[in-house]
């Protein structure tokens, strides 16, 4: 198992460290915003650590036409940072949401 695939959280439920597999939240995340309308995951989700020890989290989406993208990202953001902390107890995180197309019907 390589360290890349997990993420660590020290002291979790103040009983000790814990590992949690990228893939695991990853599938999480995309339970947790599945069903918000005129949204579709293009790419999944990567994630991150950076030096100053925030968790980023990569999402590519594509959006239906006529959709307000800034209300959308914002509902997105909130459920991944309410999932995070409350399954996870991760606090310290960044969403980075990228519009990678617009779906025209």
Sequence with gaps: MAQADYHYIEN????????????A???????????????T?????TFEVGKDKVLN???????DYGT???DVSELIQERICTALANMC???NVKTNIK????IVK
């Excluded at 989290?57 to 959006?63: A, M, P, S, T, Y």
Aim: charged share 20%; proline share 0%.
């Design 25 to 39: 939240m990853g599938e999480m995340l995309k339970e947790n915003i599945k069903d918000i309308e005129h949204v």
């Design 99 to 102: 519009l990678e197309g617009i």
């Design 57 to 63: 989290v990569n999402i590519g989406l594509k959006v």
């Design 68 to 70: 307000n993208i800034n």
């Design 89 to 91: 107890e991760i606090t």
């Design 41 to 45: 995951i293009s790419k999944g989700i």
């Design 12 to 23: 979790y439920s103040n009983v000790g460290k814990i590992g949690i597999s990228y893939t």
